[in-house]
């Protein structure tokens, strides 16, 4: 059974950082795409960020390219996502998301079949 598990939000003033963990289980990972999404009161999920699990190359959406930065460590089973120079705008619950070799793009929700629980980021002006 496919367990992933966020920590590490909380509350942060504009311009500071936060490193969101998420602890993935269950599985052999090395086929997977991981991303992270998030979504505020009101609005759809967005697409955040993701990366092939056993590759190099990242993605991420447009509001957050410059800022945020995926990356894994294989030996924790274990996907971040640092985030600096926050914006109230950034804030949301955010969600780690696992997804099995598909056709769709890896910055769409239906391309992932495992979600974790989501973890809040509030960010203040």
């Known amino acids: 059974q496919v367990q992933l598990v966020e920590s590490g939000g909380g509350l942060v003033q504009a311009g500071g950082s936060l490193r969101l963990s998420c602890a993935a289980s269950g599985r052999t990972f090395s086929s997977y795409k991981m991303g992270w999404f998030r979504q505020a009161p009101g609005k759809e999920r967005e697409f955040v960020a993701a990366?092939?699990?056993?590759?190099?190359?990242?993605y991420y959406g447009d509001s957050v390219k410059g800022r945020f930065t995926i990356s894994r460590d294989n030996a924790k089973n274990t996907v971040y996502l640092q985030m600096n120079s926050l914006k109230p705008e950034d804030t949301a619950v955010y969600y780690c998301?696992?997804?099995?070799?598909?056709?769709?793009?890896?910055?769409?929700?239906?391309?992932?079949?495992?979600w974790g629980q989501g973890t809040q980021v509030t960010v203040s002006s």
């Open positions: 990366m092939h699990w056993s590759g190099e190359n990242t």
């Open positions: 998301a696992a997804a099995r070799p598909t056709y769709y793009s890896i910055n769409t929700v239906r391309a992932y079949d495992y």
